[in-house]
């Protein structure tokens, strides 16, 4: 086929014309095909090559071919075979000479040869003309094609950046559907997990039903348990709750009076600065009227004196006018005498002249005289002035003073007042002040731990701990046993083995004041040998800063004294010091004690003094024979102590004894009377520092020491139920013939004020003693709560079991 096409011109899809004109062309050639054919059916054989041409036919058809080439070539058609069969036609044999027959040849394809050049002539042409066309349309269409390549590269360029977007579109996407692939993975990871976990949990689960069964049954058993430890639960918790309640309500009332007695307090001291204030201002005021009054007296004297001046004066000034006019009537008698000699006897000039100069003389003297009352008439006009002037100041002193007097009687009526209102207001403190400590509690429990003593051993440890938390901050104490087993206590305060004396006697300060308030107060000391209690009670009196209880509370007593002075409060104390030892009561301030032998005891065969306590209908106890000694200032109540303490070593040096075993009582009663209101006040304060508690087994005593450790058991514990049974206004208190409890009866239970110190020594080789003194002061501390008997966390045959 491409041989077929070769000499074709080339044809373009959209030259229409030239389209047009190659069906123009193929249907010529389809006609000359078609003559062919009916040439060849003519002949009847195959066409040779080039048939149209070569195909001679006879001359006149030569000529024919000759004379119609101009017409002919046009629609002859010829394909490269036709070509090459007419350049490689050779000339027919035969006759070798016959040149015309060969001319003729030759002459036929030089014909046939200029039909076909000019055919291709023609053919060029067509196809330069198809050229020049194809060239035009070419040009168009290249700039067709460069517009279509320039909207091209738009598009291009617009849809390379569409591509960019796409691509980052399809990046995020991508990004995104990564992610999602992960978490995809992830998902599956987690769920694959989970079937695994379920799995394991399932295989758990079945193991645990298993368990569970297992479990069931011994809950059935723990529940049965439960029940009855539920039961005991919530009884201790309702108990629990009922303190909490108990608890939070005194908190709060102890608060609101806190603040009502601190406004108190506040008020009164107002009210004492501003009577001092007045006081002052009314002391100066005194003290200007008096200044006035002196003035004022001054100021008369000084009007009288003027007066009788002026009075003077007047007399005086009367004399010179009388001497004036005197004077006057001389000259004139003089005048009329010279005028009568002149006329009537003609003196002589000389006598006239003396006469002229005596006037003259006259004159002057007159004239010096009247200059002189002048001055004294001025005199008397300011002297009358002055006397205005002392005149009204007069009256405005009078005035003043009344002024002063008016105010200096308000003052006294505001005075009155703000004394009525310090005494109410120093009543309503000491009802606030006996409200707090009725709410801190009338029988108070404090813990007090002595340091560790060089005796105790180096290196030993600490056999008591403090515990921190809230409610027990600075309340709690924890005794440590050997086995390291632990023994929880509270109780209204704890004070560690640094606390100070001054701390100590703080907390008990408002006790004491309770004393002078009028009412009855006990301090006890109370613990092992050992322990602290006297270095507690009277501490070291040689060392201001070590000094005990009973030498602070005597000193804030007188200078408490002192101070209500002011507010017209007299007092009268009375001071007696017993101990009682074996149930024997000693008079340790008795000035006949030979020797410091008890009077008590039978010497020589001579029986001693019988000391019997009594209590009258007031409540006072009384003991008979007791030394009862009035004191006024705190040395003389040093004194006492001194001597308290020199009879209680001698005595104790010859009976051979300690003076841990004998309880040591001080009292102090307290008269007091206020001179403005009448009001009476009686208290009582006791100090007392008990006897050291001793267990039987360790005291390893036998005989009468036995007999000692028994007796002083046995009141210590009688104490603890004699405060219990008060506290609970039992009707029936066991006295249990304990001489010390009896003693203080009075001063215990009802609105009396009881504190309790549990000394506790650190030492853990007495944390046995420690327990049973703990024991011990936790029974009293419950009394105060009022818990029966048989709730208390400890029984109460405990104390009494601890003493053997
Ligand atoms: N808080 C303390 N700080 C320092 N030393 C103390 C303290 N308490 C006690 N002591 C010392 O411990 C020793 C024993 O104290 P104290 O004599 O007061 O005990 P006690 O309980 O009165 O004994 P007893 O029952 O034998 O009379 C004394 O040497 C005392 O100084």
Known sequence: MASRNQNRPPRSPSNKKGAAEEVVMSDKRRRIGAERVERQGATGRGRPPFAAVNNRPDVNTANEVVNTEGSECSTVEFTKEDVDALLNEK??????????????????????????????????EGHIQEKEKLQAALGCAEKKCTDTETEMKNKIEELNSAICDLRKTIYSLEERIAKEESDKLEAIERHRKEKEARSAAEQMQASLSTELEKVRQEKLTAEQKAVSNEDLYKRSQEYNISLQQYNSRLQTDLETTNESLKRVETEKLTIVENLSNIRGHNKALQDQLQSVKVSQDEATKQKELLAQELKCLREELQQIRDDRDRRGKQVQDLTGEVEKFKAITGDT????????????????????????????????????????????????????????KRIINELQN??????????????????????????????????????????DGIGTDMAVSYPTSTEALGRGIELVQSA??????????????????????????????????????CIFAYGQTGSGKTYTMMGKPDAPELKGLIPRSLEQIFQISQSLKDQGWKYKMQASILEIYNETIRDLLSSNRPNGIDQARPENGVPGKQYTIKHDANGNTHVSELTIVDVTSVY?????????????????????????????????????????????????????????????????????????TQAINRSLSSLSDVIFALAKKEEHVPFRNSKLTYLLQPCLGGDSKTLMFV?????????????????????????????????????????RLSYG
Not at 414 to 424: G, S, T
Not at 495 to 515: G, K, M, P, R
Request: charged residues 30%.
């Open 636 to 708: 003389e109540i040093s004194s006492l102590l001194q001597q308290a303490a020199h009879s209680r070593s001698v005595g104790r040096t010859q009976m051979n004894e300690q003076s841990s075993r004998s309880h040591f009582v001080f009292t102090l009663r307290i008269c007091g009377i206020n001179e403005n209101t009448e009001q009476q006040v009686q208290g009582v304060l006791n100090l007392i520092d008990l006897a050291g508690s001793e267990r039987l087994s360790r005291s390893g005593a036998t005989g009468d020491r036995l007999k000692e």
């Open 91 to 124: 000339m027919k044999k035969g006759n070798t000479f016959d040149n015309k027959k060969k001319i003729e040849q030759m002459g036929d394809l030089i014909k046939r040869l200029k039909l076909c050049v000019r055919w291709f002539k023609q053919v060029e």
């Open 349 to 404: 000039l000389e006598q006239l002249e003396s006469l002229t100069t005596k006037t003259r003389d006259l004159e002057e003297r007159c004239a010096l005289q009247k200059e002189q009352i002048r001055k004294l008439e001025n005199q008397l006009s300011l002297e009358k002035d002055k006397l205005k002037m002392a005149d009204l100041s007069a009256s405005e002193t009078k005035s003043e003073y009344e002024e002063q």
């Open 484 to 521: 390291g087993q632990k023994y929880p206590f509270t109780f209204d305060k704890v004070f560690n083995h640094e606390a100070s004396q001054d701390d100590v006697f703080t907390e008990i300060s408002q006790l004491v004041q309770s004393a002078l308030d009028g009412y009855k107060v």
């Open 414 to 455: 505001r005075l009155a007042d703000k004394e009525f209102q310090v005494i109410e207001g120093e009543k309503l403190r000491k009802k606030l002040h006996n409200t707090i400590l009725e709410l801190k509690g009338n029988i108070r429990v404090f813990c007090r731990v002595r340091p560790l003593l060089p005796d």
């Open 759 to 799: 000394n506790i020594s650190p030492d853990p080789s007495s944390s046995g003693e420690s327990l049973c003194s703990l024991r011990f002061a936790a029974r009293v501390n419950a009394c105060e709560i009022g818990i029966p008997r048989r709730q208390t966390s400890m029984k109460s045959s405990d104390s």
